[in-house]
């Protein structure tokens, strides 16, 4: 059976849509599959730019009726926290229709216990979730370097598979490689099928992610923090590159929670938040 898995990055500036003259920040989500064990298959990956807040939530609600989801990662920072109290309204809009949602919430959300949907993880220390699997460190800076280190193995090991590279780019000059020429060709284009869309747009977060390193002095070597960790970097955008690893991280985070689950209780079934269904 395959379980559904939702990464999101929000981040505060974005350039705008060109087409509507206005500005706003960028915000990207992907959608992952997985079973209890296997490879990991990205469905698809979508970014946008010149929205707010709110559309960001209505937008991760729309991908959760279609998906189903088991978990969402996400991001609190760069204005993560206001689209985490967007996602806990019942009613939401997506700036060109209102409707009706079941909030979506963290499992520590106690105002709307029982009223909510508890799918929603912060990418942050003290989460219930993140002590449960073990996540328990000294600074953010080493969640973040573990994270990284995952994702990395995953690659390394073939869990992580996706899907072929979209045959739809351009020949030579913005379909070259260099992101930022594809990113604006693809900004350019109306009237795609969602699916080469997505198909696009998941080539592009791979492309960012190539883009992601470790911060280093002039001589190239790394500079550690005063934990002696990582700091990782980026000439170009990297949300979308992010939304992609969050996912990889809620699926690792689920499967680690099957695991003890099923020691604690092999004969019963669980949520993702250790609730018996």
Same mark, same amino acid.
């Given at each position: 059976?395959?379980?559904?898995?939702?990464?999101?990055?929000?981040?505060?500036?974005?350039?705008?849509?060109?087409?509507?003259?206005?500005?706003?920040?960028?915000?990207?989500?992907?959608?992952?599959?997985?079973?209890?064990?296997?490879?990991?298959?990205?469905?698809?990956?979508?970014?946008?730019?010149?929205?707010?807040?709110?559309?960001?939530?209505?937008?991760?609600?729309?991908?959760?009726?279609?998906?189903?989801?088991?978990?969402?990662?996400?991001?609190?920072?760069?204005?993560?926290?206001?689209?985490?109290?967007?996602?806990?309204?019942?009613?939401?809009?997506?700036?060109?229709?209102?409707?009706?949602?079941?909030?979506?919430?963290?499992?520590?959300?106690?105002?709307?216990?029982?009223?909510?949907?508890?799918? !929603?993880?912060?990418?942050?220390?003290?989460?219930?979730?993140?002590?449960?699997?073990?996540?328990?460190?000294?600074?953010?800076?080493? !969640?973040?370097?573990?994270?990284?280190?995952?994702?990395?193995?995953?690659?390394?090991?073939?869990?992580?598979?996706?899907?072929?590279?979209?045959?739809?780019?351009?020949?030579?000059?913005?379909?070259?490689?260099?992101?930022?020429?594809?990113?604006?060709?693809?900004?350019?284009?109306?009237?795609?099928?969602?699916?080469?869309?997505?198909?696009?747009?998941?080539?592009?977060?791979?492309?960012?992610?190539?883009?992601?390193?470790?911060?280093?002095?002039?001589?190239?070597?790394?500079?550690?923090?005063?934990?002696?960790?990582?700091?990782?970097?980026?000439?170009?955008?990297?949300?979308?590159?992010?939304?992609?690893?969050?996912?990889?991280?809620?699926?690792?985070?689920?499967?680690?929670?099957?695991?003890?689950?099923?020691?604690?209780?092999?004969?019963?079934?669980?949520?993702?938040?250790?609730?018996?269904?």
């Amino acid at each position: 059976m395959w379980h559904y898995f939702g990464g999101s990055d929000y981040a505060r500036g974005g350039t705008g849509d060109p087409r509507s003259r206005r500005s706003g920040d960028d915000f990207a989500l992907a959608t992952a599959r997985a079973q209890e064990a296997g490879p990991i298959q990205f469905v698809n990956v979508w970014r946008y730019t010149g929205i707010e807040a709110n559309q960001a939530a209505a937008m991760i609600h729309r991908h959760d009726q279609a998906f189903q989801y088991s978990l969402l990662v996400m991001d609190p920072n760069g204005g993560g926290l206001e689209v985490r109290d967007d996602l806990r309204k019942p009613i939401q809009n997506d700036g060109a229709s209102q409707f009706a949602v079941t909030p979506m919430i963290t499992e520590w959300d106690e105002q709307l216990a029982g009223a909510g949907n508890p799918k !929603l993880v912060l990418f942050k220390r003290g989460e219930p979730i993140m002590d449960r699997c073990g996540f328990i460190f000294p600074s953010e800076s080493h !969640l973040v370097n573990k994270l990284h280190d995952l994702f990395r193995r995953g690659l390394m090991n073939g869990e992580v598979q996706a899907p072929p590279p979209w045959a739809g780019w351009p020949r030579g000059g913005r379909g070259s490689g260099n992101v930022d020429q594809m990113r604006l060709w693809l900004n350019e284009q109306v009237g795609m099928q969602p699916h080469e869309r997505a198909a696009a747009e998941i080539d592009l977060a791979f492309l960012q992610l190539i883009s992601v390193g470790q911060k280093a002095d002039k001589e190239g070597k790394p500079l550690l923090d005063k934990y002696n960790q990582f700091t990782f970097v980026s000439r170009r955008k990297k949300d979308a590159a992010y939304a992609l690893i969050y996912c990889y991280f809620g699926i690792h985070l689920w499967r680690t929670l099957q695991s003890l689950q099923e020691k604690e209780d092999p004969d019963a079934e669980f949520s993702a938040f250790g609730q018996e269904v």
